[in-house]
T-cell receptor, first 116, second 114 residues
Framework: AQSVTQLGSHVSVSEGALVLLRCNYS??????LFWYVQYPNQGLQLLLK??????LVKGINGFEAEFKKSETSFHLTKPSAHMSDAAEYFC??????????????FGGGTRLMVKP | DTGVSQDPRHKITKRGQNVTFRCDPI?????LYWYRQTLGQGPEFLTY????????KSRLLSDRFSAERPKGSFSTLEIQRTEQGDSAMYLC????????????FGSGTRLTVV
């Protein structure tokens, strides 16, 4: 079974400060990992994904994440927060090709607040 | 690529009524998923279609829930005899058989049962 833990349901940063959202996963097979962002009353938008290529993954809007197998982590970072980054962020894990359905298992989410 | 479309965006219904939601996936995607998201939680998997075949169903999908994907195109999710606990955002997503690129999610249907 796969699972995702996001440490910190709420994170508050000042505009221009570093953003760090934590994600730890559990998977019995090499995982595919994703970060999604959700704005109020909207669906989920893919920020970035890890699919066993480079361990440092760059995504949209200046976000990046590093896959660390030894720590079973896939933390999301952005060097300088912008007010428009305020949203809910979800980390998700999926099985590799061949896993029927390629189902995503999501963490509980982290709400990012950006202070002016 | 017009994205994944869901209809309606919002639905308010009285307890005990039946509701039906529609999802139109990206046309070349043969996989379609339904997820449910309650307030303050991450999405939870409900069911999965490959083309017209429903291949997986979560234990969350009680007998009151039924999903179809006729002809492998759009999908419908019906909830019969709605309960207040069914209030949630219902998200549809689609993907292709290729290396997972992450799903493309629709904007969701927010259901409120009063």
């Amino acid at each position: 079974a796969q699972s995702v833990t996001q440490l910190g349901s709420h994170v508050s940063v000042s505009e221009g400060a570093l953003v760090l959202l934590r994600c730890n996963y559990s998977s019995s097979v090499p995982p595919y990992l994703f970060w999604y962002v959700q704005y109020p009353n909207q669906g989920l938008q893919l920020l970035l994904k890890y699919t066993s290529a480079a361990t440092l993954v760059k995504g949209i809007n200046g976000f990046e994440a590093e896959f660390k197998k030894s720590e079973t982590s896939f933390h999301l970072t952005k060097p300088s927060a912008h007010m428009s980054d305020a949203a809910e962020y979800f980390c998700a894990v999926s099985g590799p090709i061949g896993n029927a359905g390629n189902m995503l298992t999501f963490g509980g989410g982290t709400r990012l607040m950006v202070k002016p | 690529d017009t994205g994944v479309s869901q209809d309606p965006r919002h639905k308010i219904t009285k307890r005990g009524q039946n509701v039906t939601f529609r999802c139109d996936p990206i046309s070349e995607h043969n996989r379609l998923y339904w997820y449910r998201q309650t307030l303050g939680q991450g999405p939870e998997f409900l069911t999965y279609f490959q083309n017209e075949a429903q291949l997986e169903k979560s234990r969350l999908l009680s007998d009151r829930f039924s999903a179809e994907r006729p002809k492998g195109s759009f999908s419908t999710l019906e909830i019969q005899r709605t309960e207040q606990g069914d209030s949630a955002m219902y998200l549809c997503a689609s993907s292709s058989n290729r290396v997972p690129r992450g799903y493309t999610f629709g904007s969701g249907t927010r259901l409120t049962v009063v």
